[in-house]
Nanobody, 117 residues
């Protein structure tokens, strides 16, 4: 079993910044991708950013240039630095760990990010 614990969400004004963290624990396969997805009310869950253990990164077009994903493989932790936040970034942000070789997907409980003045 793998557990993902997120932290760092909250309320921020437009133009502000937040840093999300997600720590994974348990029986983690060495080859994996960690990342962030988000779901706004009434919308489907969508990709924000992912990063493989080897450093391959993928960003959604909507966050390119404003968000930076990073990870500490020794700590099995992934981070998402979000800058220049907009009201449309408001959503529940979910951490994901994908073990493609095993066909397994794990999700965190979600952390709320609200961008409002």
């Amino acid at each position: 079993q793998v557990q993902l614990v997120e932290s760092g969400g909250g309320l921020v004004q437009p133009g502000g910044s937040l840093r999300l963290s997600c720590a994974a624990s348990g029986s983690i396969f060495s080859i994996n991708t960690m990342g962030w997805y988000r779901q706004a009310p009434g919308k489907q869950r969508e990709l924000v950013a992912t990063m493989s253990r080897g450093g391959v990164i993928n960003y959604a077009d909507s966050v390119k240039g404003r968000c930076t994903i990073s990870r500490d493989n020794g700590k099995n932790t992934v981070y998402l630095q979000m800058n220049s936040l907009k009201p449309e970034d408001t959503a529940v942000y979910y951490c994901n760990l994908r073990e493609a070789a095993r066909g397994r997907d794990y999700w965190g409980q979600g952390t709320q990010v609200t961008v409002s003045s």
